[in-house]
């Protein structure tokens, strides 16, 4: 890891601690050790149950992207999508940050070409986005609906943010029957239209070419994985219903709702595990319910909590697929793979 890198992680876990130590100043903490004690063994139980589901329907939906051509194994793809996920969440971006991690075990441990397991990635990350895109729109107007006190120019520009990205993804697939180029359109309407003969981009819109593909509506992978995705969602839902519960006494959905999109947005902060940032949002969330900000802040940590055993999982696994790889050397590819990988790269 470069040194650049290493400084970034540090500069940002500085800034989450300060932004926690500013959170958290004047609650009593008292109180929040309270909250915590409240909690059962059998209500911690449901919430990482729910994490798991969460964790094997997301895996579904990448596994779906991944066996458009040959069947992939789901257990070896749920550790390298664990390991993926413990990485991304523990540096910044918290939702990207482990794909160059997932795509080097695709490639070493199930034999995929780099193309194929770059690609797969990259559509698994925009079609999550999607989802949680249209989560954090529901959040958010929910949010205001019940008086949050988010400044209105903030909360609009934020509304406008997501709702643009929405709208532009949508178009996305609605033009990708069609198999027009998005690089290639933005290129000629900027007067670039001469780099798209350059090797490079040649190669960059074979991949947005394959990309597009997958979007089609006739394509049923599209669809399996977008259903997994959404599946995913109210796995996370649903954990953030139960969370809220336990800690209110309020069995709402709005709640769930609410609590769940800003935990979405406090991962676009360039923070090691949202730290700092979580707290601010949940902050936002529950004083728009009239809840005191212990309770905002318990959840915060029983959240972050549930996430950073699953990190501490995805360390063990790790190490296990390095020592295992280190043992056995690289694999000679399969079969099936190879002749894959040669359909590829005859596209």
């Known amino acids: 890891m470069k040194i650049g890198k290493i400084l ?7 800034v989450g601690l ?4 500013l959170m958290s100043g004047d609650i009593e903490w008292a109180e929040v050790e309270k909250s915590l004690a409240n909690i059962r063994w059998w209500q ?31 257990f070896p793809l749920l550790k390298i999508f664990t390991v993926g996920f413990s ?3 523990l540096t910044p971006i918290s939702l990207v940050g482990g794909e160059a991690l997932q795509t080097y075990f695709l490639h070493q441990k199930l034999t995929l070409s780099w193309r194929k397991s770059i690609i797969s990635i990259i559509l698994h990350k925009i079609i999550s986005f999607v989802v949680l895109a249209a989560v954090i729109l529901a959040g958010l ?8 006190r988010l400044s209105r120019q903030l909360g609009l520009l934020v509304f406008l943010i997501f709702l643009g990205i929405f709208i532009f993804f949508f178009l996305l697939f609605k033009k990708t029957d069609r198999r027009l180029s998005l690089i290639g359109g933005f290129a000629r309407a900027l007067g670039l239209g001469q ?5 490079q981009m040649k190669t960059v819109l074979s991949y947005e070419q394959e990309a597009l593909h997958f979007f089609q509506t006739r394509n049923q992978a599209f669809w399996r994985t977008l259903g997994f995705s959404v599946l995913a969602c109210f796995c996370y839902l649903g954990q953030a219903f139960f969370l809220f519960a336990f800690l209110t006494g309020q069995w709402t959905g709005i709640g769930a709702l609410v609590t769940y999109s800003f935990s979405g947005l406090s991962s676009f902060f360039i923070l090691p595990a949202a730290l700092g940032s979580l707290e601010v949002m949940e902050g936002f969330a529950f004083q728009s319910f009239g809840l005191e900000p212990n ?8 959240w972050r909590g549930l996430r950073l055993l699953v990190c501490l999982t995805g360390g063990v696994i790790a190490l296990q697929l390095m020592r295992e790889l280190g043992w056995k050397g690289l694999k000679e590819p399969k079969k099936n793979h190879l002749s894959y990988e040669r359909k590829q790269d005859t596209r």
């Not at 107007?141 to 949050?148: E, I, K, P, S, V």
């Not at 309770?295 to 029983?302: A, G």
């Open 87 to 89: 990485l991304g969440y």
């Open 141 to 148: 107007g929910f949010f205001f609906f019940l008086g949050g």
């Open 195 to 199: 780099i798209l003969e350059t090797d």
């Open 8 to 14: 970034f992680f540090l500069i940002g876990l500085a």
């Open 44 to 74: 911690l139980l449901i919430l990482l149950i729910l994490m798991e589901g969460g964790i094997i329907t997301t895996t579904l939906a990448w596994k779906s992207i991944l066996e458009e051509e040959i069947p992939i194994p789901f």
């Open 295 to 302: 309770l905002s802040l318990t959840f915060s940590l029983i």
């Open 18 to 21: 300060a932004v926690f130590a």
